[in-house]
């Protein structure tokens, strides 16, 4: 059965850090380009940062462009967003998707996960 559970989620200070994780269990990473967005309440789904199959290139949405990094392993199997400098506007759920092509499109995944909540908060 395939799985992208998310992880590492949970609240934090304005300025603090966290580590987002993305376990996949089911399919051959390295075939797919691999992303995360978030959404908060009553907001929009908002792209967040996508990373290539290969891992050759990425790409971030505007609001954390300089402060958020991807990264993966496919040893194992694993997806890493790593948040510094969060803000209170950082606030939402945060999601991991899997993709065959490499875009910044909020659509089109072959594969989803539940997500993980993040609060930056005082």
């Known amino acids: 059965q395939v799985q992208l559970v998310e992880s590492g989620g949970g609240l934090v200070q304005p300025g603090g850090s966290l580590r987002l994780s993305c376990a996949n269990f089911?399919?051959?990473?390295?075939?797919?380009?691999m992303s995360w967005y978030r959404q908060a309440p009553g907001k929009e789904r908002e792209f967040v940062a996508v990373i290539s199959a290969t891992g050759g290139a990425t790409d971030y949405g505007d609001p954390v462009k300089g402060r958020f990094t991807i990264s993966r392993d496919d040893d194992k199997a694993t997806v890493y967003l790593q948040m510094t400098n969060l803000k209170p506007g950082d606030t939402a759920e945060y999601f991991c998707g899997a993709k065959t092509v490499y875009d910044t499109s909020l659509w089109g995944y072959a594969y989803r996960g539940k997500g993980t909540q993040v609060t930056v908060s005082s």
């Open positions: 089911g399919f051959t990473n390295t075939e797919y380009a």
